[in-house]
T-cell receptor
Framework: AQSVTQLDSQVPVFEEAPVELRCNYS??????LFWYVQYPNQGLQLLLK??????LVESINGFEAEFNKSQTSFHLRKPSVHISDTAEYFC??????????FGQGTELSVKP | GAVVSQHPSWVICKSGTSVKIECRSL??????MFWYRQFPKQSLMLMAT?????????EQGVEKDKFLINHASLTLSTLTVTSAHPEDSSFYIC???????????FGQGTRLTVV
């Protein structure tokens, strides 16, 4: 079985500051790793994913995440956040071809 | 990217009535669809997984007779909440994955309020 732990339920940060949202997972099999973003009263949008290969993956809006197999982590980072990044962020894992298992979510609040 | 459309985006119904929510994949064939329920300030709880043409697989604790899932075509799945009660009020989200996809794509969600 797989599980995902997002270590911070809320992360307040000032605009233009760097941010890291932490995610740890456990699994006995190889998994795909994902970060999704959810804006209020909306569905989830894929931010980035790790399937294989380079352990550092990037999104088009400046986010990046690094897969660390030894620490079973997939932390999400952004060097400079904007007000528009305020949202709920979910880390998720799935065994290849299997169902998504979500973490509890991290509420990122960017303040001016 | 792939688009999943969920309808309606919000619905209010009377206690005891049934509500149907549709989830459509617009530009790909969804061999697998997932239905989630999300409570305020909480994560997504997987309710069931459905493969086209097969019966849905429900997660433990989810009443299959209350939450009817149909996945009759490769582009459409429906969730029917039967005899809805106020405790069924929630945000329901579907997602779809095609045979060539490594990730699932999500609909916009449906806010159900039972009064």
């Amino acid at each position: 079985a797989q599980s995902v732990t997002q270590l911070d339920s809320q992360v307040p940060v000032f605009e233009e500051a760097p941010v890291e949202l932490r995610c740890n997972y456990s699994s006995s099999v190889s998994v795909y790793l994902f970060w999704y973003v959810q804006y209020p009263n909306q569905g989830l949008q894929l931010l980035l994913k790790y399937l294989s290969g380079s352990t550092l993956v990037e999104s088009i809006n400046g986010f990046e995440a690094e897969f660390n197999k030894s620490q079973t982590s997939f932390h999400l980072r952004k060097p400079s956040v904007h007000i528009s990044d305020t949202a709920e962020y979910f880390c998720a894992v799935s065994p290849e071809g299997g169902k998504l298992i979500f973490g509890q979510g991290t509420e990122l609040s960017v303040k001016p | 990217g792939a688009v999943v459309s969920q309808h309606p985006s919000w619905v209010i119904c009377k206690s005891g009535t049934s509500v149907k929510i549709e989830c459509r994949s617009l530009d790909f064939q969804a061999t697998t669809m997932f239905w989630y329920r999300q409570f305020p300030k909480q994560s997504l709880m997987l309710m069931a997984t459905s493969n086209e043409g097969s019966k849905a697989t429900y997660e433990q604790g989810v009443e299959k007779d209350k939450f009817l899932i149909n996945h009759a075509s490769l582009t459409l799945s429906t969730l029917t909440v039967t005899s809805a009660h106020p405790e069924d009020s929630s945000f329901y989200i579907c997602s779809a994955r095609g045979v060539l996809n490594t990730e699932a794509f999500f609909g916009q969600g449906t806010r159900l309020t039972v009064v």
